[in-house]
């Protein structure tokens, strides 16, 4: 069954420093997601990205943020100036279906980002 | 805005026992309804979901959730709880355009041998 992978699996930085998310969605999805669950609380919404461009972005996605789809497999998440705070499971989903419809999201399995 | 609730932050039940983890909801149209699950330090596996039809609906792992619009609700059961179901759930709440989901709380299921 196909998946979504999400590299590394575990990334310790130090505030102030860059991050780069990465995820390999579904090969024929069209929609792309990211979120995060800061420890002990749930998951909450970053971002949707639907042909090259952010669809729509939560309140958390500020300008240290961004998304890039750099290839035809690889969707990023890039932390530009890391805080404490930014320290979660990030999650990356893709989901195929078009605007809509019926769609589930495949989400995969995170990556737990340490900022120190 | 969507919305959701899991009123129940912890839930014990012993293994054998019959289990339900309540899910109470608000969206504006006709919502796209979800249960995850996810055990310590794991992703998010899909259990089940309601998008129309049926509003019982069966999942993985003997789960089923049934939809109550006019309740606003989607509970999660199942019959006979194994201790391998010990995890965190989430009901999450979807259908926008862009296919945004919005989780609840999440409810932390332990089970007693």
């Known amino acids: 069954e196909p998946e979504v992978t999400q590299t590394p699996s575990h990334q310790v930085t130090q505030m102030g420093q860059e991050v780069i998310l990465r995820c390999v969605p579904i090969?024929?999805?069209?929609?792309f997601y990211w979120y995060r669950q800061i420890l002990g609380q749930k998951v909450e919404f970053l971002v949707s990205?639907?042909?090259?461009?952010?669809?729509?972005k939560s309140e958390i996605f500020d300008d240290q943020f961004s998304v890039e789809r750099p290839d035809g497999s690889n969707f990023t998440l890039k932390i530009r100036s890391t805080k404490l705070e930014d320290s979660a499971m990030y999650f990356c989903?893709?989901?195929?279906?078009?605007?809509?419809?019926?769609?589930?999201?495949?989400f995969g399995p995170g990556t737990r980002l340490l900022v120190l | 805005a969507q919305s959701v609730t899991q009123p129940d932050i912890h839930i014990t039940v012993s293994e054998g026992a019959s289990l339900e983890l309540r899910c109470n909801y608000s969206y504006g149209a006709t919502p796209y309804l979800f249960w995850y699950v996810q055990s310590p330090g794991q992703g998010l596996q899909l259990l089940l979901k309601y998008f129309s039809g049926d509003t019982l609906v069966q999942g993985i792992k003997g789960f089923e959730a049934e939809f109550k619009r006019s309740q606003s609700s989607f509970n999660l059961r199942k019959p006979s709880v194994h201790w391998s179901d010990a995890a965190e759930y989430f009901c999450a709440v979807g259908g926008t355009n862009a296919g945004k989901s919005t989780f609840g709380d999440g409810t932390t299921l332990t089970v007693k041998p």
């Open positions: 090969s024929n999805h069209l929609y």
């Open positions: 989903a893709s989901s195929g279906w078009p605007a809509g419809s019926q769609e589930t999201q495949y």
């Open positions: 990205f639907y042909n090259n461009e952010i669809s729509e």
